[in-house]
C-alpha cells in the first residue's frame, strides 16, 4: 500500500476553509505529488435554545448556533519535497489543521 499524508481542516467560516483548502492543493500540485480532494466532510451544525429570562416568561427563548465546516485532502506517496511544501505555507489562524502521515 503506498503511503499518504492525510490533512484535515475545520473552520466557522466557509469561504475561509476552501480557500485554504485550494492553496493547500496548488502547493502540493506545484512539487508533483499527486492530490485527493478537498473532499467536503459533512458540516456539523450546534444549536442552543436559551430562555431570555431566569424568572418569567418561560415560553420566551433565544435561539443560537454555529457551524463547524470541515474538508479532507489525502497526499499520495509524499516526498520531502510536499512535506517542505506544507510547512511553508501561511494558514490563516481560523482555521484548524491536522496533519496524519498513513
Known amino acids: 500500500m503506498a503511503s499518504r499524508i492525510r490533512v484535515k481542516l475545520k473552520s466557522y467560516d466557509a469561504e475561509v476553509i ?6 493547500i492543493c496548488t502547493a502540493i500540485r506545484n512539487v508533483g505529488a499527486k492530490v485527493v480532494g478537498p473532499i467536503p466532510l ?13 424568572h418569567v ?7 443560537f448556533g454555529y457551524r463547524l465546516h470541515r474538508r479532507l485532502i ?11 511544501a ?15 502521515q498513513d
Open 74 to 84: 489525502d497526499i499520495i506517496d509524499p516526498s520531502q519535497e510536499v512535506i517542505d
Open 42 to 54: 459533512p458540516t456539523k451544525i450546534r444549536r442552543y435554545c436559551v430562555l431570555r429570562s431566569p
Open 86 to 100: 506544507l510547512l511553508r505555507l501561511e494558514i490563516l489562524p481560523s482555521v484548524d489543521v491536522e496533519i496524519k
Open 57 to 63: 416568561d418561560k415560553d420566551s427563548r433565544e435561539h
Open 18 to 23: 476552501d480557500k485554504t483548502a485550494k492553496d
